[in-house]
């Protein structure tokens, strides 16, 4: 009699085993990986053949000419106005057409401050915007670009209007 008790329980508790691992195996399975292409993106800003010297460049997907990612590709500024472009944890940008912002000032961390009462600037030194401020907003600015596959990477340079 008692054999007859454990059959029914070990027999219950193995398909709940086999349930869970099949429910496993198949949400595992169910999991699609996208992978979306990024083209390398490297270039220049400069303002009246100029080197911006230090800030941020962001392309902003255009839907309006039909680029609907969801990434926005983004670089520093190096010294010599010098970018290079990061989406999603890689080099590059997804091919299509974008509108650029650009944020750049003479703004430099003074480390340690000069002041107990930061942030206040050396004299002398106040911030000043780089570029015009257009180019601050996706809406305003006239940078529009085109990443292309099988295009030199170096060939992204912005050139700005005052």
């Known amino acids: 009699m008692m054999r007859q008790l454990c059959m029914p329980s070990l027999r219950f508790a193995l398909s709940g085993v086999v349930a869970y691992v099949a429910i496993g195996m198949i ?8 992978i979306i292409q990024h083209v390398p993106v490297r270039g220049k800003v400069q303002v009246d053949g100029q080197p ?15 680029n609907q990612s969801m990434e ?5 500024l190096q010294e010599d106005g010098r970018y290079k472009l990061f ?3 890689q080099e590059g940008a997804p091919p299509g057409w974008y509108r650029v ?19 206040e600037f050396p004299e002398g030194y106040l911030p000043k915007a780089l570029v015009n401020q ?6 305003q600015t006239d940078l529009l670009v085109e990443v292309k596959e099988n295009q030199d990477p170096d060939e ?4 700005l209007n005052p």
């Open 72 to 76: 926005q590709p983004a670089g520093m």
């Open 156 to 159: 992204y340079v912005l050139r």
């Open 52 to 66: 911006v010297p230090s800030g941020t460049v962001s392309f902003r997907p255009d839907a309006e000419r039909g």
């Open 101 to 119: 912002l650009i944020i750049a000032d003479n703004f430099r961390v003074v480390d340690p401050p000069t002041s107990p009462v930061w942030p």
């Open 27 to 34: 949400l595992g399975c169910s999991e699609v990986e996208i």
């Open 134 to 139: 257009r180019y601050l907003y996706f809406h």
């Open 87 to 89: 989406s999603a944890n």
